[in-house]
């Protein structure tokens, strides 16, 4: 069974500032899609990038890109020059690509970011 | 931007009352799902539903939940019997069934059950 673990409840980070946040998975489908979703404090969720379990490259969208590392099973988000409005909840999420095109994706149970001045 | 959309964006019903959660998902997409996420909890996955069938269901999904295409355009999640613990905002989100599949969330329905 797939399972995604975020191991940071909370991180702070100061504006400008970098931040990475931590996202680990396991799954036995050696083809599988990783994502990462923002939730601010008005609920919605916003798709922020995607990496491919066999992109060759890190994933990047502007200030995000995503530190994957296949043989430690994880994909960190970092988010550069961070700005007062990234204080948000982040999940990491996973789909298995295996299981067909209509494929849950499973959570993790977020990390709260709090961008300080 | 297309998006996806919901109705209503909040519900306050009774404990033992039928809820029909709405939803537009985003016009080229052929999947839709159903997510939940208890407060302060981590999003759950309710159904998958493609060509007008249910894919895939987890465990939650018991015969209380059912879903629905009326028509060409929404999507709809009806609880029969609505408990206590069905408090949660409810997240519908569609795909396009490409590989690169991104899944793209509506604002969601916050559902409380008194």
């Known amino acids: 069974a797939q399972k995604i673990t975020q191991t940071q409840p909370g991180m702070f980070v100061q504006e400008k500032e970098a931040v990475t946040l931590d996202c680990t998975y396991d799954?036995?489908?050696?083809?599988?899609?990783l994502f990462w979703y923002k939730q601010p404090s008005s609920g919605e969720m916003i798709f922020l990038i995607y990496q491919g379990s066999y992109d060759q490259q890190n994933a990047t969208e502007g200030r995000y890109s995503l530190n994957f590392q296949k043989a430690r099973k994880s994909a960190n988000l970092v988010i550069s020059a961070s700005q007062l409005g990234d204080s948000a909840m982040y999940f990491c999420a996973m789909r298995e690509l295996n299981t067909g095109t209509a494929s849950k994706l499973t959570f993790g149970t977020g990390t709260r970011l709090q961008v300080t001045l | 931007e297309p998006e996806v959309t919901q109705t209503p964006s909040h519900q306050v019903t009774q404990m033992g009352q039928e809820v029909i959660l709405r939803c537009v998902p985003i016009s080229n997409h052929l999947y839709f799902y159903w997510y939940r996420q208890i407060l302060g909890q981590k999003v759950e996955f309710l159904v998958s539903f493609y060509n007008n069938e249910i894919s895939e269901k987890s465990e939650i999904f018991d015969d209380q939940f059912s879903v629905e295409r009326p028509d060409g355009s929404n999507f709809t999640l009806k609880i029969r019997s609505t408990k206590l613990e069905d408090s949660a905002m409810y997240f519908c989100a569609s795909s396009s069934g490409l590989v690169r599949d991104t899944q793209y969330f509506g604002p969601g329905t916050r559902l409380l059950v008194l």
């Open positions: 799954t036995s489908d050696p083809s599988y899609g």
